[in-house]
């Protein structure tokens, strides 16, 4: 009885299998959003780099997307890191929710560098996230903060603009 | 009229609640599912958030991320995860307040760890964080009041800076305007300035935008007469501008017209026949019975300079208020936002008398208006706000009524260097009480003219994250009051370690004190007792210079999530406070003359006869109270269709250097000393040499390991919210408290333990409408949760829930 009290609570507390198809749509999104901004020649890397903190399961639908697609022509390499100090230079710097208590510190890391910083929770933004996903009435939804894709030297097209919620 | 405006909403609801559901998409579920990632990869962006829409959030990823991954912005000042906070907080949203059927917003507070919420009548609550209450005891109900709480609103001070505590009726907001409520347990003044003793309570007001109903709301209406609703309209403009109008409204009666009057032995009632019934012990009693009682000596209980009438205006009323707020928010392109809000509220409550009479039930009234502007330009946060109107303490008590006002205005700069995040902050308050617009010519109010308070701050505090993840804090504050006319520190030093991805210990040590009040520094009040029990006057006085109580508090905690769905937190504190203060008797003097001796026959003729006049002074004790406790909670997402939660608190507090005597035992005990003298000085009074007889002396002798019993040992909740299909939620919660004793100036009583069960069955019509039935305590144990007061019972709703 007791093991089975035991099995039970440990196959309520299981990670649902939805969370892969949420990491797999996210993936997806950091794709996209990887095609809809201009970096400045590049960053003269032969790589186009995102780094990934605190969602190993994300990171791995990155680099089985990585194998398939690449970004303007250059090759799609997903590193991740544990915190600011271990980020190499990177176009896209994704932030997990679990990790979101980062998101000033990589901020200021990062300032003035020529990178998109896409956090994982509502109101990150405010922090200086160029953008932030949340969910919404059972959508996935992301906010955008143009001053934060401009601050660091980025262009962006007026389509990502418009499908995010504009925060300032 | 409520009824009315009951039916105006439930009529929008229901046409609105008909309307259809939005278009579908082009695109089919199935053929997203059957795409491949390389597929979905080439869709364009608006096409891939097409699909991942069909797809949809799951309802446990959704959960997940509502009440496992929450974020908290009152324990740093800027949002975080609830998991690396590093103080003890907790974020109640707006869906877990819906799902639990709250009916208010102090009900709510149940489901936060370390919240103890006793009901007083119908929808009015005493509510403490982790305790210290009723201290000191012994004496006036206001000391039962939470003056270690700091209630804001979007970070505006909703204080009662009086008497100290929060006057929970006049929250201009409803649960309309909240996005979520933030609770910070333990000292937290070096973040948020004094009073923030026990923690803060931050009520966060929903941001409008683009994703927002145009209309939203909810009604229902119950047993005791029980009817609430609320209603916002907001609207997103473009541009950066945002607009949003919210009113709410409770009417809530008592399921007794009679009034609680303390025990006095030989209290008694005359009856027709001309005998008397006795009451030694305190009841209730009807308006009429009160007015008859008399006591051992035959004199009146109730002040025969009273109204009932005006103190009782409406005996089976316990609640009713409204408010009505305005938000405008502007955020253009650049880098800074504006949020401007309003409101005016109105309420009239019976609840726990803020005066001195023989009831327990006092009549309050206020109606204030605010206005709010908050400002973020860049790293600069700058924020003003006042709040002005008249407040009537105690309804048909001469000199409670005052008009208030209270300014505040602070700037705080957030600037992130690396790892170093540093936010130096100024801040000022002036808060300005006058009762003299209300009194007549020979009246006396308990201030007698306008008198304010005024705190100068500047603070300064410090966040580091060291070796890429040990965060260590330390904030400090220093406060000008102008009464006392003193400066105070207050600091917090704190660090969090994870321990892997899953893990948090932390560990605090804080400082934090109270304010003055102005009923400590400026009480000038004499109570004209004519007619009843001497002293024949009693005057209070405030004291400008005194000691403000003052707490220091250690706490290690520890978070864990042994797996995605679910959140364990444990906390341990101890704490020691001191510097408490009360007006207490200070000294009383006889008046006499030959003319005492014609009563000779009758001690308390000739006691009366030299109308003696005690004087309570506010002045500091030397009481030190030593807590230590904890606190466990967990939130649980067990399945989509399952969530259970639950915490649950201990706690032991222990009086040092404790003070056994009741307020009125002092005044007795100077009363009984002086009255001894009279015959021994009866030549020299009668001669005319003695005029006069005073004395200070009070008992001297204090206790030690004293156990407090006002608060509760233990209390806790436990709920389950269950969704067997998607139009059907049934959400239940129990709510326990142990066995407390509580104690003022005439009587002490022992509350039993109780269990509050809640249980609330929503049906989802469509995407714009749900009805429910709400039963609050649906086991009717209409025990009393608060003492002298309210058996109030179960309350069974209906009502309905809107959006558009």
Known sequence: ?168 | MKKLIFLFILTFACVAGFSQDPQSKEMTREQVLDMSVDELSQLPLEDLMAAMDLMGVSSMEELTNLLINKGVSSASKRVENAFDSPLASTTLTKEEIEMSGATTIEEALRLVPGVIVREKTNGNFDVHLRGLDNLPQKNMLIYSENTNTLLMIDGRPVFNYVHGGIVWETLPVGFADIDRIEVVRGPASALYGPNAVNGVINIITEKTNESSSLVSGSAQMGTQNTYTGDIAMRKDWGNGITTAVTSNYQHRERDTEEIYVFGKEGMSLPDNSGGRNVFNEGRFFTLEQYERLVDANGLPISDPLDDIDELFQEPELARENYGINGYVGYNPEGIASFDLSGGYQNSYVNSSTLGDPPTSLGGRKSNTWYGNLQAAIGRLKLQTNYTGGTQNFATGDQGFKIDMGQFNASAEFDWQIKSLNLRPGVSFQSASYDDSPYLKEDESGYLNGKKELNTLAGSLRADYLAFGKLRLIAALRAEKYNYPDKLYGSWQFAGTLPIGERQRIRAVYSRANRSSFIINSHSNYTWDREGRMPPRFIHFAGNEDYDLMTVDMIELGYRVRPANNIVLEAEVFGSDSRNYGALMPSSTTLHLSPEIFQYAENEMMMLMATQPRTNIVYQNMKLDARQIGASVSMDWVLSSKLIAKMHATWQKTTLQDFSPYTRDEIIEMQMMSLAQQIEPNAMEIMTGQLTELSTSAKPEDLQDDVEHKSTPSLWGMVSLTYKPIEKVEISSYGYYLSEQTFANQYASQTIDPKFILNIKANYKVNNYAKVFVNARNILNDNSNEFAFMDKVGGIYLIGLRFNY
Request: aromatic share 8%; proline share 4%.
């Open chain 1, 1 to 168: 009885m007791k093991k089975i009290v035991i099995l039970l609570l440990l196959s309520l507390m299981a990670t649902s299998p939805a969370s892969s198809q949420m990491s797999q749509f996210k993936a997806l999104f950091l794709f996209n959003f990887a095609k809809n901004v201009n970096w400045p020649d590049n960053g003269g890397s032969p790589d186009f780099v995102i780094t990934v903190i605190g969602n190993n399961e994300l990171a791995e639908e990155l680099k089985g997307l990585a194998k398939i697609r690449k970004i303007n022509n250059s090759n799609l390499v997903i590193k991740e890191a544990r915190n600011a100090e271990e980020i190499s230079d990177s176009h896209i710097i994704y932030i997990s929710t679990t990790q979101s208590s980062l998101m000033p510190i990589v901020a200021s890391y990062q300032k003035d560098k020529p990178v998109l910083i896409v956090a994982d929770k509502q109101g990150l933004c405010a922090q200086g996230a160029a953008i932030s996903f949340f969910t919404a009435t059972g959508k996935l939804k992301f906010e955008i903060c143009p001053r934060n894709v401009e601050s660091h030297g980025l262009k962006f097209s007026q389509r990502l603009v418009a499908l995010g919620n504009v925060v300032q």
